[in-house]
């Protein structure tokens, strides 16, 4: 670690959740937009203690910030038809909910859309001055590479199979921009993309797909790694035919994304996912679509018009068809916490630590220790959102 200034840091005070649970009476102590120290008040080496307070509520919690690796955008905005303001409006709204680090999730579109949303992005991630709100530390590629029989959401005019040569097109054009690829492992090519993916340091994750439970295990073989919105858009679990979702849940190799709606997914479901996804292999995520954070009515995802109502968003001519949802992290939490009963930890891995794990970046984000960035919320008891810290530097807009 670099040497500390002594002279300028920031203090957090109050019960503070690290990866051994929560510390009572616990402070960080924030420098240089790093943590240098995450423990028991008590213990703070004396090298910190004139440092500014920055918090200071015993009964506040302190927690890591969360990482979103599946969002479409939120606020009136999609990351498939977004520029520089744009996406500053996508990732001040995701943080002001608690989203510190995010993947911008495409849709299943043309190649020169998703051209377009990987130029838009790099630009983005360049730019001088850097990214204010909510870091997009990628992009999460869902589709085109999906089944024609579960399109979901997703427009089946853009459908193809699994192709290599885009994907080295693009990681030679932007390496290390995409970190997830979304694809149906049954159809043609697939095995020969997973194992490429794999070999790039990419997430391979099952989505959209008509494989079954044999299909998905060969997959994993080949280096499949994790699974979107789980349950939806995939074959079900039967007793005899287990399915995608049967292979999910029974094979440790292959992480399990979920949306804690009560939407997506009935609450017995998720509490099932929870207790078989154990091992740092579930994931918290929003899918949120543009109209997150606005009122009911007509919106699109992707180039698709979707009906909200009662915040449950649904395609217009396919009703019976979820598209994307209305989810913040923060809301996901509490829903983790207060209706399928995980600990604070608990949900905690699902929302900060296992998301960044599945990034490889676990040791610079996801938990509130020593040496990682200052990504930091405060809440109160009923789990509301009190503050937000990116890089140990205060979100100044309004909580939700």
């Known amino acids: 670690m670099a040497e500390i200034n002594h002279t300028a840091g920031e203090l957090f005070y109050g019960k503070v959740l690290t990866p051994a649970g929560v510390i009572e009476k616990g402070v960080l102590a924030v420098s240089e937009g790093l943590i240098q120290y995450a423990g028991e008040a008590a213990w703070l080496p004396i090298a910190y203690a004139g440092w500014r307070t920055a918090t200071q509520e015993p009964e506040g919690l302190l927690i890591p910030g969360f990482v979103d690796v599946h969002v479409h955008g939120g606020a009136g ?92 097109e693009w990681e030679a054009r932007y390496p290390g921009m995409i970190r997830q690829v979304t694809l149906a492992p049954e159809r043609e090519v697939a095995l020969e993309a ?28 080949a280096g499949l790694n994790q699974a979107v919105h789980m349950f939806n858009a995939m074959t079900p679990l039967h007793h005899r035919k287990p399915g995608a979702a049967g292979a999910v849940l029974f094979d440790p190799r292959i992480r399990a994304e979920v949306i804690a709606d009560g939407i997506h997914v009935h609450p017995a479901a998720i509490s099932i996912i929870t207790r078989l996804k154990n091992n ?25 018009p979707v009906i909200v109502k009662d915040g449950i968003a649904t395609l217009k001519e396919h009703p019976e068809a979820l598209a994307g949802s209305t989810l913040t992290m923060i809301r996901g939490f509490r829903y983790l916490v207060q209706e399928i009963g995980l600990s604070l ?36 008891n009923d789990l509301n959102l009190r503050g937000v810290w990116i890089g140990g530097r205060k979100l100044e807009d309004e909580i939700q």
């Open 345 to 380: 930890l608990e949900a905690s891995l699902a929302a900060s630590y296992n998301p960044a794990l599945s990034l490889g970046m676990q040791r610079s984000i996801g938990s509130l220790e020593a040496g990682k960035r200052g990504d930091i919320l405060q809440l109160d």
């Open 280 to 304: 740092n292999n579930l994931l918290l995520i929003t899918d949120a679509m543009s109209a997150t954070g606005l009122r009911d009515g007509e919106y699109a995802i992707g180039d698709l």
């Open 77 to 168: 905005h999609d990351f498939m038809y977004s520029d520089e303001a744009a996406l500053d409006t996508i990732t001040q709204f995701h943080a002001s909910h608690g989203t510190t680090s995010m993947l911008a999730t495409t849709m299943t579109a043309a190649k020169a859309e998703i051209d377009q949303v990987l130029s838009e992005v790099n630009a983005y991630r360049a730019r001088e001055g850097g990214m204010p709100y909510a870091r997009l530390v990628g992009v999460h590629l869902e589709g085109p590479f999906i089944s024609v029989r579960w399109p979901g959401a997703q427009n089946p005019e853009h459908i193809v199979p699994a192709n290599l040569t885009w994907l080295e």
């Open 194 to 221: 997973i194992q490429w993916l794999r070999q790039h340091g990419i997430t391979a994750a099952l989505g959209h797909t008509d494989a079954s439970f044999e299909q998905v295990i060969a997959a994993a073989d």
